[in-house]
């Protein structure tokens, strides 16, 4: 890692260095002057120190460099002590210090958060906002979650595959896409991966994960939903929605503990607890009374609001599978069940109150689905390379998709999806 700019993280700097000579590099975050003694605070990703020059014992050029406006980028060579005082016990004494690029323009709000900013400010100005510890924190779990989700699927013999954003049709129905001219033809920005992860199992990879983008031109306007998120999904082959639900728990549960076990300092940040209970799993059927029984009332075949979600993680708790949707408010692809076909085999996974994921075993029968899609009031012509695929020996299979953003919102408690995802797509924003 070292170099002529950085030889050391500051959370690679301990007491253990103390003597020694580093270089670091990062911006400016305060600085305070007390006559004698000017201390300025340095930040990287990984966190804040101190460099510390007092009068008559570092040359005035070194004086003079040691006040520049806040966020100015400099790296900065100095000798490590320990000081009892400073937040870390230890500090920095300069010996050469350079502005890399001298600030040309005033910083839009103040990084430190002494002074909030609203959240169209700092997404407007994300470049800045991510120099918050907050949003550093934020996305330094994200990555976490996406390796883990990773880590955890490979060690259970899933193999990562990448799927078109490109389509002909429409993934799952409906007019809520957004429509792209193809060269002269119509195409569409995939709504999910389904389709086609799908036919990686049928065409023998067995068990398929992918991390992809997708789109829904859906006119939200709500703190839960984007228009461009991504999905961490899965296929398994010769499985069903069992097996399929069996794996999200590991998953799930793997990714909080990973979070856990990796980014004790990003939690302190943000000043956050996870939970460590069992997941629950409950019926829609025994949801729907649960929830009568506190006074909401719904009907069989109706779909659970976020108030419903998050009554239902007061009842349950934070970590809850609701199995057994009514099959009219399922996709298409959906298996009903062998014994009430008023009952899909498909699965959701509430997190904290809010639907994280959602899954199902798929109908593999080429006439089950052409029925299914029929009944939609769809045409199977429109789908009919997909439909084939299952003429050709398609075995029993399963899947779910984690709206990452979704979740890492709810494990960091943001209030809003926008803060985990590093340049939100909404209704309203298509830059920065």
Known sequence: MSNKYRSHYISDISKDLAGKEVRIAGWVHEVRDVGSIVFMLVRDRTGIIQVT?????????????????????????????ENKQSKKGIEILPKEIENLNPISAMIPFEVTGKVPAELDVRLNNRYIDLRRLHSTAIFNIESTILWAFRSILAKEGFMEIRTPSLVKEATEGGAEVFKVDYFGDNAYLAQSPQLYKQ??????????????????????????????????????????????????????????????????????????????ESVKEV????????LSSVGKSKEFGEDFTREDEMELSKLYGDLLIVKGYPTQ?????????SDDVRISNSFDFIYKGTEISSGAQRIHMADTLVEAITKR????????????????????????????????????????????????????????
């Open 53 to 81: 020059a007092k009068k008559g014992s570092v040359d005035e050029k070194i004086m003079k460099s040691m006040s520049p406006p806040k966020e100015s980028v400099v790296s900065i060579l100095g000798t490590v002590i």
């Open 199 to 276: 036919l990686a199992v049928i065409g023998g990879l067995d068990r398929v994960m992918m991390i992809v983008p997708v789109f829904r031109a859906e006119k939200h306007n709500t703190t839960s939903h984007l228009n461009e998120i991504t999905q961490m999904d899965i296929e398994m082959g010769f499985a069903d929605h069992k097996d399929a639900i069996r794996m999200l728990k590991k998953t799930v549960t793997g990714i909080i503990k990973e979070v856990q076990k990796s980014n004790s300092a990003d939690i302190e940040t943000l000043g956050i607890k996870l939970s460590e």
């Open 283 to 290: 019926t829609y059927t025994e949801a729907l009374k649960k």
């Open 329 to 337: 408010i399922r996709a298409f692809y959906t298996m009903p069940d």
């Open 377 to 432: 009031g769809d045409n199977p012509h429109d789908f009919e390379f997909y439909i084939n695929a299952f003429r050709n020996g398609a075995p029993p299979h399963a899947g779910w998709s984690i709206g990452l953003e979704r979740f890492a919102m709810k494990i960091v408690n943001a209030e809003n999806i926008r803060e985990a995802s590093m340049f939100p797509r909404d209704r309203t924003r298509l830059t920065p």
